[in-house]
């Protein structure tokens, strides 16, 4: 169990975004947490990540206690996220993202300059083939479509080390072609030993892909189990068809 | 019994303050940049003032009302060729912060070059003092202090109740959403524009006829009002002038306690002080200033 | 004897471009809208100039000094270190202003508004820099040397943790960069050669008063970068030669004497508002900060 | 980074070809017949620029009366005024007049402000200069320097004396602006007065920029002084006045050398405010003579224009008895020379160079114009 979040709450005013959340995510699994739009999915992941500071409940990661840390320093522990609305450097070029994402040793001034950098360049191959990114290195962040844009946000969440990945909608507005490839990518992750919790709102990508689900509704978790379990669940139909 | 003197002193000082401060901050408040050159439509009043009146030898109600159509013409001639091309440009407002500010070197030496440098004094007789039992004052100075009050009340009531406050409001909270539901914003501008320099034209009146016009006071006096604004609330048109009254006692009775030398030093401690503890000032909104 | 006057005008620009190349770094390069930039120069003229009149030797008080103004750097970010934006750029305006009415007030220390007069030349272990020519030297060899450690340091891995946190702070923090830290090293860098700009600048005057550190000065600096193009290292440097010869070739024209000064601040003024309209990225920049 | 390495090269190459050209530094004391120049070290531009006009409008005067008498040994004089903006920027200005305009003598400054950075400069090029108005006590150590104005530390005792002895005032205020000329004249007034066994009830210095005194009034009225020492400069000090009259603060009002000028009578709040003034002449015929100057027809006269006006004329007198352009022949001519001025009767240096003699006047405003007291 690498990821253990216990009664996790948000409260924007009076109404509560995520109401007394707990769930475990197995190491080297692909889990998913599915739930109509507006279910606390993203807020959960801005909680995780500490984009937002949670009101109560905490959250272990590998055994250590996150709750209070800062946003860098839970990102410095292991865990990687990407951006539903995907965040890059506009005015930086692809090798410059993955050279940041990689490096840990660019914070300080003396290492940047003297310290004799390890070559990147076998690395960033390897990545950007993983995620299909053909596109030359120096490329600005710019110039690059929607599609392209998402998988060089993969990338970098790859590049950066980490234990777990977060991927927040993954395939929210792309062409079915590049939707397989991107469910081909994760995985391939998930097959060298990567463990993944990623968000969906639409049911049937996540159907054959995650092999633990769990579902939110207004906040709460409602279900949870094995793909097959929740597809014939009557109250996670309830949810999203809203009766 | 001094202290109801330094009272009075703080109040027409704090008024002189407000009389500018309201008109940069309406500016900002709608335009969301920082007009510095709003220094130098006071500095242009006061001279076109000593121009009809002494020279021209105009009534001094009409004198009045000339003085602040144009100095309102002159707000909205700003706009035109200086700012409405940054703006379409979408110019930072860093951008637009150094544009004012060399405006207002600009017209500070045009005027220097057209009135010359030598001190100018209108006489009139409003200042004669009269002596109250703990304090003295001028008619001049009540009517300075009861004009910035009123100003309080109707800059307040423009802002919440006629339909050009409403738009200002509105395109100062969301430019783009104020242009969907049909807010023409370039209108509004050149109205915010009108109205801040006219409320200069009524600063530069009253500093022409309390204090002496020199062409490089435009400078210290937007620094002074943009003060008061900050603490009163950049973005609340009634607090910045309720920021330029605790301005002008802070810095009053600073000096009776400190050296004359120190008047600027408490100005710029309290503008620093704002800006860490209480940037959005006492009334203004805290809209995207922290993190 | 043109050349004096030439050496006195590249003197000045030597010691600008590094106060210009320090302030794009934390303007451009990270996005810091620092307005005060011009305090920290006053910061370090007015320590190398109070050190060096207690006897301390030319080399030590140039080096104190840059820590000073750095340290003062590090104070600005721990203080504005919440604010953004417009709120950013009042503040470190209202710094500058704090720095300025110190130096007017604090008499006992500075000499206040009668400044500070006689500042000896630079001696570098026993040398004394008596000619403009020989300061001229070591301006450039100073000049050049900050340039180079300063465009190391943007080429550097931690440069592009510049470029990453003017672009999208929130983006590098997820990627687990502590962009605080980071806008400490960029101010601290940007200081410290702003107080070496300082000192080079009280040495050469041999005079400084408060008024020198005010707003028309602040206001030139923040034009260089800008008419230069911010995050561009050359556009600083070119900038800086620009700004400067205009002004100084204005003296040459046969303005009738009693108009001079003003038609002067006139047409200084038409040259910024005219880049600023026509240009707006400036002459050799390629980013804007929004 | 070769970016950056070419450019810093041109840089290096720019400045070789400007130093190597020539280093020689000669003055140039050819009696070929061009021109001799002179430079004017004025504040064309900020607070004090109606004394830079002032001072322009004299020296243009001086060198024109000179030329139409055939100049000095046939070589016309030629004026070239520099802005020193009453500060620091001196010393760009004083280099382009000293390396550029190669001028054989300098007149001005104005403020001391800007004499501070700019004499040292002329001092070290061995430049004579004869300073107009900078009253700065330290300014005139250089030998090269001479000054037409009596130094602060005169008029700071002249004051006290003035007002302990002829007003008969023991207790008194003193409110001067916080630059280099009222600190310097405070610094020397205020033990003097003591001295004399008068009492400096309250002493504060003022921003050259403040407009609103009523506080610090305040503070006098509740001081109890029986007189004002107010050397400020005329923006701020018309407005104390109108403020002063305003808070019925009935005592004298005694001011520095710098209400001497038409600006000051003529503004509506200056009447029967005195001041002391070094006697400085400025008959009404050379006012005259000033105003009919091409440009200077509507010009305020003030004590600068007098004042510019000997400046030059003791320097081309220092130049015909040296017979040539030679600056440092010039400053031992200055040394001796001794002309009848029109701002003072007779004006002659010192050893340190400033005037031997001085006086001062006591004058009042009436109605609009300064009289002797």
């Given at each position: 169990m690498i990821l253990k979040i216990e009664c996790l709450t948000k409260r924007f005013g009076g109404i509560h975004a995520v109401k007394d959340c707990s769930l475990e995510i197995e190491r080297e699994k692909i889990t998913a947490i599915i739930g109509p739009n507006g279910s606390g999915k993203t807020t959960l992941f801005n909680l995780i990540s500490k984009l937002l500071k949670s009101n109560d409940g905490h959250i272990h990661f590998n055994g250590k206690n996150i709750t209070k840390l800062k946003d860098y320093e839970i990102s410095k522990s292991g865990i990687s996220r990407t951006f539903q609305d995907v965040r890059l450097f506009r005015n930086l070029t692809i090798k410059d993202h993955l050279e940041i994402s990689l490096s840990n040793s660019d914070e300080s001034i003396f290492k940047s300059l003297f310290k004799d950098k390890p070559n990147n360049a076998e690395r960033i191959d390897r990545i950007l083939k993983l995620v299909h990114l053909k596109k030359p290195l120096n490329t600005l962040v710019t110039d690059l479509s929607y599609g392209q844009r998402k998988l060089l946000d993969l990338a970098m969440a790859i590049a950066k080390p980490h234990s777990l990945l977060l991927l927040d909608e993954p395939v929210a507005g792309v062409n079915p072609v590049l939707r397989e490839e991107i469910k081909e990518i994760i995985k391939n992750l998930n097959k060298n030993k990567g463990t993944i919790l990623l968000i969906e709102h639409d049911m049937n990508f996540v159907m054959d892909l995650a092999d633990y689900i769990f579902v939110m509704d207004a906040g709460k978790i409602i279900a949870h189990g094995e793909p097959a379990e929740i597809q014939s669940n009557k109250k996670v139909l309830e949810a999203y068809l809203g009766d | 019994m001094a202290l109801i003197q330094i009272i009075v002193n703080s109040l027409i000082i704090g008024s002189l303050y407000a009389l500018v401060a309201c008109g940069f901050s309406l500016i900002y408040s709608t335009n969301k940049f920082m007009h510095f050159a709003h220094g130098i439509s006071v500095v242009i009043a006061s001279y076109l003032f000593y121009l009809s009146l002494n020279t021209l030898k105009i009534n001094f109600i009409i004198s009045i009302l000339l003085v602040l159509i144009l100095t309102g013409l002159f707000g909205i001639f700003m706009y035109k060729v200086f700012y409405g091309p940054l703006q379409k440009r979408k110019s930072s407002n860093i951008v637009l912060l150094i544009a004012s500010v060399g405006i207002l070197i600009l017209f500070e030496n045009m005027i220097m070059l057209v009135f010359g440098t030598t001190v100018k004094t209108i006489n009139s007789d409003l200042t004669k003092s009269i002596e109250f039992s703990s304090f003295i004052i001028t008619p001049l100075q009540i009517i300075i202090i009861v004009t910035s009050l009123i100003l309080l009340l109707l800059l307040y009531l423009l802002m919440k109740k006629t339909k050009i406050g409403r738009n200002m409001r509105a395109v100062s909270d969301n430019k783009e959403l104020a242009s969907i539901i049909g807010i023409d914003y370039k209108k509004v501008s050149y109205y915010s524009f009108f109205i801040g320099s006219l409320l200069a034209g009524i600063a530069g009146i009253f500093i022409a006829l309390e204090q002496t016009l020199e062409p490089t006071i435009g400078t210290n006096l937007i620094v002074k009002g943009f003060t008061g604004s900050i603490i009163g609330g950049i973005t609340s048109v009634p607090g910045s002038i309720l920021g330029s009254y605790i301005l002008g006692i802070a810095e009053n009775f600073g000096i009776w306690y400190l050296s004359s030398g120190y008047k600027d030093a408490i100005a710029f401690t309290l503008l620093f002080l704002f800006l860490l503890f209480k940037p959005h000032g006492i009334l203004g909104i805290n809209k995207g200033i922290k993190k | 004897m043109i050349e004096n006057y030439l050496i006195h005008i590249l003197i000045l620009i030597g010691i600008y471009i590094i106060l210009a190349v320090s302030l794009n770094i934390a303007l451009g390069y990270t996005g810091l809208l620092n307005l005060g930039h011009i305090a920290f120069f006053g910061i370090g003229a007015y320590t190398s100039a109070i050190l060096t009149r207690e006897g301390i030797p030319f080399i030590l008080a140039l080096i104190i000094s840059c820590i000073i103004a750095g340290c003062f750097g590090f104070l600005l970010v721990w203080i504005t270190k919440r604010l953004k934006g417009d709120y950013l750029a009042l503040a470190t305006l209202g710094f500058s202003f704090l720095i300025y009415s110190l130096m007017l007030n604090l008499s006992s220390i500075t000499n206040g508004p009668l400044g500070i007069s006689g500042i000896s030349r630079p001696n570098i272990f026993g040398y004394f820099l008596k000619s403009n020519f020989e300061f001229l030297l070591f301006v450039i060899f100073i000049a050049i040397i900050s340039c180079m450690i300063m465009y190391a340091i943007i080429k550097s891995p931690f440069g592009r943790l510049l470029h990453a946190t003017r672009d999208d702070e929130l983006g590098l923090r997820v990627l687990g960069k502590n962009t605080i830290k980071i806008k400490y090293k960029a101010m601290i860098i940007s200081s410290l050669f702003a107080g070496l700009a300082g000192s080079l600048f009280a040495h050469y005057n041999g005079y400084i008063d408060p008024t020198s550190f005010m707003l028309n000065s602040i206001i030139f600096i923040f034009t260089i970068v800008i008419v230069g193009g911010i995050a561009s290292f050359k556009g600083s440097i070119i900038a800086t030669f620009i700004l400067f010869i205009i002004p100084e070739l204005l003296?040459?024209?046969?303005?009738?004497s009693h108009v001079l000064g003003p038609t002067r601040q006139i047409i200084y003024a038409l040259i910024l508002i005219g880049i600023l309209l026509f240009k707006p990225k400036g002459l050799f920049g390629r980013i804007d900060l929004e | 980074m070769q970016k950056v390495k070419i450019f810093l090269a041109l840089f290096i190459l720019i400045v070789l070809i400007g130093a190597c050209s020539s280093q020689n530094n000669g003055n140039s004391n050819s009696q070929s017949s061009e021109p001799i120049k002179l430079g004017l070290l004025l504040p064309l531009t900020g607070e004090a620029a109606s004394w830079g006009q002032n001072s322009l409008a004299g020296a243009t005067l001086a060198a024109n009366e000179i030329n139409s008498q055939g100049g000095i040994g046939g070589r016309k004089i030629e004026l070239v005024a520099e802005d020193d903006k009453c500060s620091a920027d001196s010393v760009s200005a004083i280099q382009k007049l000293i390396n550029v305009d190669q001028v054989t003598g300098v007149i001005g400054p104005i403020c001391s402000a800007s004499g501070g950075p700019a004499l040292p400069i002329a001092e070290s090029n061995g430049v004579p200069v004869v300073i107009v108005a900078a009253s700065a006590p330290k300014l005139t150590e250089g030998e090269y320097i001479f000054r037409v104005y009596p130094s602060d530390s005169f008029q700071g005792k002249e004051a006290a004396n003035f007002i302990y002895n002829t007003l008969g005032k023991k207790k008194i205020a003193i409110v001067y602006v916080k630059n280099d000329w009222g600190e310097g004249i405070k610094n020397v007034f205020a033990p003097t007065f003591r001295q004399l066994g008068g009492e400096v009830i309250y002493e504060d210095g003022v921003l050259q920029t403040d407009k609103d005194f009523k506080t610090l009034i305040t503070k006098v009225k509740e001081s109890g002084a029986e007189a004002l020492y107010l050397p400020v400069y005329p923006a701020g000090g018309v407005s104390a006045l109108k403020q002063i009259k305003e808070m019925n603060l009935n005592i004298p009002v005694i001011g520095g050398d710098a209400f001497d000028g038409e600006e000051f009578f003529k503004s509506d709040y200056a009447e029967d405010t005195i001041y002391l003034v070094a006697r400085v002449n400025s008959p009404e015929d050379f006012k005259a003579k000033i105003k009919n100057v091409k440009g200077f027809e509507n010009l305020e006269v003030a004590i600068a224009a007098p004042l510019a006006y000997d400046a030059l004329r003791v320097m081309t007198e220092a130049i015909k008895n040296t017979g040539s352009t030679n600056k440092a022949g010039i400053k031992e001519a200055l040394k001796q020379t001794s002309i009848n001025g029109v701002s003072t009767s007779k004006i002659e240096f010192d050893s340190v160079g400033d005037l031997k003699q001085v006086a001062y006047d006591v004058k009042v405003v009436r109605s609009k114009k300064s009289v002797y007291r």
């Open positions: - | - | 003296r040459f024209f046969a303005i009738p | -």
